[in-house]
């Protein structure tokens, strides 16, 4: 009768380790570089970015009062740079946290705060919004955007912290909270407000 | 509209027209920070605006384009290029593709060899005319063994 036998007989040789080992190898492998593109900090970070640790590039611009106000002027004092416009809602919402900072720690040789106008169409608007929150520090025109591009600038509010070496140590986008402002203000060595 | 605005521009920078022509193509090559993969030629926010502005500003002042390019990436990172450097995790990016297809085109030419290798046995094993079953030629074998002892 058919016997089929010594075919079953022919038992398949087992596959060498590295090949049975290869494909969850290559499996980790996809996960492990999914997981550190997911966990490293992404383009939409709210801080950070590549101009941090860098030194802060220079502008010389005229303040809304007619003043020429340089960055180079004020080496030797930790900075604050705030993009803004009056038509911008975080603006206005961080506005109060920059008024109650500029009282607590601005001054002679203290820290210095500069606010910088960003696309703000109407300069009347600029200045009922410096009314409104009772600004008291200098804010800059910036025409054609020259300053915000050199700062990297993508959207407002955005605000940079430099220290008194004039390098930028912290970066942050989108409207500040108070925790978010004492973050940067240490990192330039400034206490919280 | 976009040819008057240009003109307006190009005016404004005083740029020769290979000059103009070289700030259009380094603009090209720069993406707008606030759009999703569009040139800052073909965006038509303020920012784009502002920064074809710049480029134009910049090549005027006799600046190359890898130095116009730097001074973008070092502000944007390399995000604003849109034909980054192939280096780092770039050449990571653009090597993977091509090692995957070296591998691969290796792994078919190994399988077909050894195919084209392992053929000749089983054609003499089978006697019909379907050489690459070789459980299909025994079982045919077998059977026709049988066939004929019975």
Known sequence: MTDLSPLSNQTPTPAPLWRR????????????????????????????????????????LESLDGAQVSLAA????????????????????????????????????????????FQENKEENARAFIREYALAYPNLRDPGAKAAINYGLTGIPETVFIDKAGTIRHVDRGGLSRERLNVGLEKIGVKGI | MPLVFSLVLCSAAALTPEQAARAEAIGQNLRCPICTGEPI??????????????????????????????????????????????????????????????????????????????????????????????????????????????
């Open chain 1, 74 to 117: 004020l080496r030797g004092r930790p900075v604050v740079l705030n993009f803004w416009a009056s038509w911008c809602g975080p603006c206005r919402e961080e506005a109060p946290l920059f008024r109650e900072l500029s009282e607590q720690r601005g001054g002679e040789g203290g820290l210095a705060i500069l606010g910088i106008l």
């Open chain 2, 41 to 150: 030629t073909q965006s038509t926010n303020d920012l784009s605006r502002d920064m074809m502005r710049d480029v134009r500003e910049q090549v005027a002042a006799g600046r190359t384009d890898a130095e116009i390019y730097s001074y973008f990436a070092a502000r944007y990172g390399n995000f604003v290029l849109l034909n980054p450097p192939r280096e780092g995790v770039g050449l990571l990016l653009w090597g993977a593709p091509l090692a995957a297809l070296g591998a691969g085109g290796f792994v078919l030419w190994r399988f077909l060899r050894r195919r084209t290798t392992a053929t000749p046995a089983v054609t003499t094993a089978g006697e019909e005319d379907d050489p690459y079953d070789p459980y299909l030629a025994e079982v045919r074998r077998r059977t026709r063994q049988g066939g004929e002892g019975a």
């Open chain 1, 21 to 60: 080992l290869l494909p969850p190898v290559l499996a980790a492998g996809l996960v492990a570089v999914l997981g550190a593109a997911l966990l490293s900090p992404s383009r939409n970070a709210t801080d950070g970015g590549p101009l941090v640790g860098k030194p802060a590039p220079d502008f010389t």
